[in-house]
């Protein structure tokens, strides 16, 4: 996104990928309308739309099944021109960044190229690399590191990565159930003390497409936690039935909550999960890492052409971290601790808060532009 965002703007940038090609990531695959609308100009949403699945309600249950509250993203009309989340996996987000930069404009695309360490000089940032070739190192003015959570150039830069991992590890499948049938929207969270439940359809490679089923799991034996027998013991416990489960995916990760002190430093910058990362619960992280991407490139696109001094870049700093801070965090941390709030008589009051909400059509959009990312953006946008 970034590449697209610079490259765009005509401005010659060179993307490194370690890995040997764009990869299978099974994890974010849901857009908020706020980030459909910031890449449109780009042309991505409208390749997005002919293959993803616009999802209008999301759901809040119990694990008994019932519902607790039903979310219109329809409501929201008139403050975004894509009023619904579009479900699509990342991994078929990728191949349209990718043909976008390669057919609309001059940045180059390395794979198989690791960036091993920094060296910051007053006007230019040594990036060292490995690849095909060996070590290699390339000078560039400006260097943004959007390298996931275990980020090489947040670390050569020394920047601390505030937060906590929490203790439990999320556990993912996929599944051609149909989990529609027992009156499933296409997005619901389940809430319970012992094993909440999160639910997304995906659209797989086209229609019926599968059911993304995601649980808490407190066992650190990865083969233990993917294997066979437990995987079908989960699934059934969530919903009992004669058949087994047909599973597609399974996978299992560790979980964080953790935000950079700064994402900048001289002539490096951060963005996404370098800067930032969050438990999955209302998908935000790969939303937040999107509006990282399209801020620093516009900030960095000003002072690029001249038109603005480098000071413009710690605007980008105080906008995002605010928002990494102040939204994503506690939204994701509200989520999850939402769903598995353990005392009966406080998860009563806060899933009939909801029911409450969720019955008033003013305070229903409000909630939604929350969740939507649409009021933070505007939050942030008011930054100086």
């Excluded at 930032?276 to 998908?283: C, D, E, I, T, Y």
């Excluded at 516009?298 to 870049?313: H, I, N, Y």
């Excluded at 939507?372 to 100086?384: A, C, D, K, N, P």
Aim: glycine share 8%.
């Amino acid at each position: 996104m970034c590449a697209i965002a610079l490259g765009k703007q005509g401005i010659p940038v060179i993307v490194l990928e370690s890995e040997s090609g764009l990869t299978r990531d099974l994890r974010a695959g849901s857009f908020h309308p706020a980030t459909l609308d910031m890449m449109e100009p780009f042309g991505i949403t409208a390749r997005m739309e002919q293959e993803g699945i616009r999802v209008r309600y999301w759901q809040i249950r119990d694990r008994s099944g019932e519902l607790v509250a039903q979310f219109d993203l329809g409501l929201l009309e008139g403050e975004t021109r894509h009023p619904y989340r579009l479900h699509l996996e990342q991994h078929r987000l990728t191949p349209i960044q990718l043909e976008l930069i390669r057919q609309g404009t001059a940045a180059e695309v390395h794979f198989g190229y690791s960036v091993t360490g920094l060296e910051a000089r007053d006007d230019r940032v040594l990036v060292h690399i490995s690849g095909h070739d060996g070590p290699a190192m390339i000078e560039a003015s400006w260097v943004i590191g959007a390298d996931g959570g275990r980020s090489t150039v947040r670390k050569s830069l020394g920047i601390e990565f505030e937060g906590f991992t929490w203790p439990e590890q999320f556990l993912v499948v996929s599944t051609s159930y149909d989990f529609a049938q027992h009156g499933f929207a296409m997005n619901v969270y389940i809430a319970d003390p012992v094993e909440w439940v999160a639910l997304f359809k995906m659209p797989n490679s086209g229609p019926p497409g599968l059911w993304r089923v995601v649980f808490p799991t407190a066992d650190r034996d990865d083969a233990a936690t993917l294997s066979a027998e437990n995987v079908e013991r989960r699934m059934q416990g969530f919903i009992a039935r004669r058949a087994s489960y047909e599973v597609r995916y399974k996978s299992v990760y560790r979980v964080h909550q953790r935000v950079c002190k700064t994402f900048r430093s001289g002539r490096v910058l951060l963005a996404g999960d370098a800067a930032h990362v969050n438990n999955p619960l209302g998908a935000f992280g790969l939303n937040s890492g999107i509006h990282d991407a399209i801020s620093v490139a516009e900030k960095l696109g000003r002072v690029w052409r001249g038109e603005a001094d480098e000071s413009l870049l710690d605007l980008y700093v105080r906008q995002r971290r605010m928002a990494a801070v102040e939204q994503v965090e506690r939204m994701s941390i509200r989520n999850k601790r939402q769903l598995e709030e353990r005392d009966p008589a406080v998860q009563r009051r806060r899933l009939q808060e909801l029911m409450a909400i969720a019955q008033d059509p003013v305070r229903a959009r409000d909630h939604l532009l929350e969740t939507s990312m649409i009021t933070g953006l505007r939050q942030s946008g008011q930054i100086r």
